[in-house]
């Protein structure tokens, strides 16, 4: 199941007979179980025999968007009380005058520094000052701060302080006070992005650990004993009971679960490359697929704040169909602000008067009014024109000019974020597939292929509950990090295998508690590297059996770390030294069930139907055809509308499809 913050999807996969089925349900903002709960219902599925239930929440995230997380006190080392505060230059942007760093989520006046100090290799200087922790936990309770986060310096190299912080933390504050201490929230240097990172979790946390206390509890209320697991920010879930443990990684739960069924879909292909695009009713999210995986970064932001941990590199915008058209300074503008589920667009007859990028879509006739959501609701399309129209007036366009334009500023906008992925980063879109999908992916998909110079679009099956499928079939994943700086002409062989073993062991621990059957495990292990005298690292995979004690061990992956270099950069130094930096173990469970797909066939009982469509200016007499009943192999030209119960795709005169055997379509975009 997919959270969103309009619809909440489901997909059901019965053991039994092997049916997959997807819906979606209303997301209930004010209490996000509800609209759970009736996304099960909806499918009556029986909630004693359900035997496991994955989910994507945006809780902590939207808490950030929001701001309306907890109030968070941090601790740190006594000197370092401005670290958070200064934070970096953005390099990226330096040259913006228009750029301001986000205000910090924790300000000056929270800050306590304490007493002790390690040395950089974790050796103690000074011993901690408890004293100096009781006084910091005193200021905790007479300001009624919710979390503390806890970031002493070079805990990375030694927790003993920030465990013994811990414990006086705990004498002296209530239990629904939360302590994160840094160390378990990112093992690795770099001061900026750890703080960071840890009070993020302490900020964030309490509302994700609240909701999944909520939706525990309601679950045994109603007889669901299969437990809860969470999607995770790297793309593999968790028990819910770990995820309340560390819940920063849950923070783009939701729309990594689509990246996950890229990879799937990619996979059960035989391909290796896709740009995949999720568009929703209030966001759109890009993400890649390269080389058979997800694109993942050992690092990255949330809304402009660093974050130390494996996450799948999504670029986010406010695009979706509930984005709202206005007129500003003379210019038409679409989004990010949206209609969201309540009232939403004025077609949902739910109150809305402004126009939105679904609106626009029904004027166009780009979707079939009868049959939107799977028939539960009909459009009313009367009132989308009289808010498109109502706008048009200030511009002197009439309703379908306008719908258009509403249309190509959108769809421009959706092309820009995936050229951050691909474009600034030396790749050329048109070596990939676009794999489109979410409740208005498959309806805006061929014009951002166009845009980008994209041939071929993916369609999958479900694609309007996409995310939660590749939930579905999702791994059970721990990513685990260690600090390990040493050039490589100091490099010891037996120390470095001691040190990936030891990480190896505890992410064997993990899985363990996980509940993980021993034959469904397995590890990957990294190293993070860089040359000498650089300051970022790229992430070195090892190869299945390769360990450090074998013969050339170090040539090899300093020969391998200059080949990612080339890839990323464009250019490689192989004759610089290099330098390890930092150790990575992925423990990975099997899901026992996996990705499934498989194609369903049944007579069009909607029967033959047409309906007027805009394209370029013109009204097409176009064909509604239902998904599940076009001919498998069978290429269609264009125009046409594709109608099924989560989406509607749509194909332009410009454009053909076709239907798979696996059960995708696969549409060719014309130049």
Not at 211 to 238: C, H, K, N, P, W
Not at 250 to 269: E, I, K, R
Not at 559 to 577: F, L
Request: hydrophobic fraction near 40%; proline fraction near 4%.
């Amino acid at each position: 199941m997919d959270i969103g913050g309009t619809f909440t999807d489901i997909v059901v996969h019965n053991t039994e007979t092997g049916a997959l089925r997807a819906s979606k349900a209303d997301t209930t903002p004010g209490d996000l179980t509800e609209g759970v709960l009736t996304a099960i219902a909806q499918l009556e599925v029986p909630p004693e025999e359900i035997l496991s239930f994955v989910h994507g929440t945006t809780q902590g995230l939207n808490a950030l968007l929001e701001r309306r997380g907890s109030k968070t006190l941090l601790v740190t080392t006594t000197g370092m009380g401005d670290v958070y505060r200064i934070a970096r230059g953005n390099r990226t942007r330096m040259f913006d005058i228009h750029y301001r760093k986000p205000e910090p989520l924790v300000a000056r006046e929270d800050t306590v520094e304490v007493g002790g100090r390690l040395r950089y290799d974790g050796s103690e200087l000074h011993p901690l000052d408890e004293q100096s922790v009781r006084d910091a936990a005193g200021i905790a309770r007479a300001g009624g701060y919710e979390a503390v986060a806890v970031c002493l310096l070079f805990s990375y190299a030694n927790e003993a302080h920030e465990i013994a912080a811990e414990r006086i933390l705990r004498e002296e504050l209530e239990d629904d006070v939360a302590v994160v201490l840094s160390h378990r929230v990112a093992r690795e240097w770099r001061e900026y992005e750890r703080t960071s990172s840890t009070v993020l979790e302490a900020y964030t946390g309490p509302v994700v650990r609240r909701y999944l206390a909520r939706i525990e509890d309601r679950f045994e209320r109603e007889g669901i004993t299969s437990g809860v697991q969470v999607m995770q920010s790297s793309g593999g879930i968790v028990g819910a009971g770990f995820a309340a443990e560390h819940p920063l990684q849950t923070l783009l739960s939701g729309p990594v679960g689509g990246t996950a069924g890229g990879v799937a879909l990619m996979q059960l292909l035989g391909r290796e490359n896709a740009i995949c695009v999720d568009m929703g009713g209030t966001s759109f999210d890009a993400s890649l697929v390269l080389e058979g995986q997800p694109d993942i970064s050992t690092d990255g932001e949330a809304d402009g704040f660093p974050v130390l941990m494996p996450l799948v590199n999504l670029h986010t915008i406010g695009a979706g169909g509930g984005s709202v058209a206005f007129s500003e300074s003379g210019a038409l503008r679409v989004g990010p602000r949206s209609a969201g589920a309540q009232p939403g667009p004025a077609c949902y007859g739910r109150g809305g008067t402004e126009p939105t990028v679904t609106d626009a879509n029904a004027v166009l006739g780009r979707v079939d009014p009868e049959h939107f959501a799977g028939g539960r609701f009909a459009l009313d399309v009367a009132a989308s024109e009289r808010a498109i129209a109502s706008l048009g007036d200030e511009f002197g366009m009439d309703a379908a000019d306008l719908a258009e334009g509403i249309l190509d500023i959108a769809n421009a906008k959706m092309a820009q974020a995936i050229r951050t992925l691909t474009v600034d980063h030396g790749r050329e879109p048109g070596d990939f597939s676009l794999v489109a999908f979410g409740g208005a992916g498959p309806m805006h998909a061929e014009a951002i292929a166009r845009e980008l110079g994209v041939t071929e679009v993916l369609i999958p099956e479900f694609p309007g509950a996409f995310s939660a499928w590749g939930m579905l079939g999702s791994d059970i994943r721990r990513d685990l990090s260690a600090q390990y700086y040493v050039h490589e002409d100091q490099l010891d062989a037996d120390h470095l295998g001691a040190a990936i073993d030891a990480l190896s062991a505890t992410a064997d621990a993990e899985l363990d508690r996980q509940g993980v059957a021993q034959q469904l495990r397995r590890f990957e292990r990294a190293i993070d590297m860089r040359y000498e005298g650089q300051d970022y690292t790229l992430t070195v995979p090892l190869h299945e059996g390769e360990e450090p004690g074998m013969p050339g061990f170090a040539a090899r992956i300093s020969a391998r770390y200059s080949e990612q270099h080339r890839r990323r950069y464009g250019h490689a130094t192989p004759e610089a030294k290099v330098e390890l930096v930092s150790l990575r173990v992925t423990g990975l469970g099997t899901n026992e069930f996996g990705h499934l797909t498989g194609e369903r066939y049944r007579e069009d009982a909607m029967g033959a139907r047409t309906a007027q469509v805009r394209f370029d200016g013109r009204a097409w007499e176009t064909p509604i055809r239902r998904r599940d009943a076009l001919p498998i192999g069978e290429t269609i030209a264009g125009p046409l509308l594709i109608v099924e119960d989560t989406t509607t795709t749509v194909v332009s005169p410009r454009a053909s499809i076709r239907r798979e055997t696996l059960g995708h379509l696969t549409m060719e975009v014309q130049a």
